[in-house]
């Protein structure tokens, strides 16, 4: 089975039923209920965050993912969301949006996977208005020197099989690189491998 198959075919179904899990859906529901007025969702697979704005708050969400097969998926789960979604088929490297034209940038799972992540959030700043904000859930780069060197070892066989996520990027760290400024982060490990399930979640400012 060639990559490009099992990547439009299989890897769609794995992370609607990874994303999924409770675990996981707690987390998200500590960060994406704080998104405000226009939103622009990174990587929004298929829409698993549209439950959990918070409709009296979100004006508009557009919501960009270059998977066509995950965004036909955020179509169907937007259907019945009381604020306007807009979809576009882009990556996250290069956004089809004006500057400063955001309020808050929600990415959950997907920094992981955005092959060039430290460009992306330079196009997030960009996005975001001065007094906007960046809200992240991610999995990631773990302090623990033995976990961190499974996660390294392992990087290079998980991100063929899982489309394309990696398990050592430091999130944080990229977000600092990228100017941000930190206004909280916090972390923990989610049930399961703990090289897959060390996760930071926060909230920041594009400084
Ligand atoms: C693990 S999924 C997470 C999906 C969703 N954010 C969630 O929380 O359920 C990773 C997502 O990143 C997306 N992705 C991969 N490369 C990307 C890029 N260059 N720009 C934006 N999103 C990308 C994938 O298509 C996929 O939807």
Redesign the pocket.
């Known amino acids: 089975m060639s990559a490009s198959l099992w990547d439009r075919r299989v890897v769609p179904h794995l ?2 039923w ?3 899990a409770n675990p ?1 859906r707690r987390q ?1 529901a500590k960060i994406v209920p704080g998104a405000r007025g226009r939103v622009l ?9 549209f439950a959990h704005y918070d409709s009296d708050a979100v004006t508009a969400v557009v919501a ?4 066509r097969e ?1 965004l036909e998926r955020a179509r169907v789960a937007a259907r019945d969301v009381p604020f306007e979604v807009t979809f576009e088929e ?4 290069a956004l089809p949006v004006d500057d400063a034209s955001f309020d808050t940038v929600v ?4 920094l ?5 992540v430290a460009a ?1 959030l330079l196009e997030a700043r960009r996005a975001l208005r001065a007094d906007g904000s960046l809200r992240f ?1 991610e999995h990631g780069l773990a302090p623990d020197a033995d976990v961190a060197r499974w996660q390294r070892r392992l990087d290079r066989y998980w991100t063929r099989c ?4 990696h398990l050592d990027r430091d999130v944080p760290a990229l977000l600092a690189a990228a100017g941000f400024a930190l206004e909280f982060v916090e972390s923990l490990y989610l049930p399961g491998p703990r090289w897959l399930n060390y996760n930071t979640w926060g909230v920041a400012r594009p400084g």
């Open positions: 992370v609607e990874a994303c999924g996981v998200r969702e990174l990587g929004v697979g298929s829409g698993l965050n960009i993912d270059p998977s995950l882009a990556s996250a490297e990415v959950t799972y997907s992981c996977s955005i092959p060039d992306a859930v899982a489309g394309g996520c």
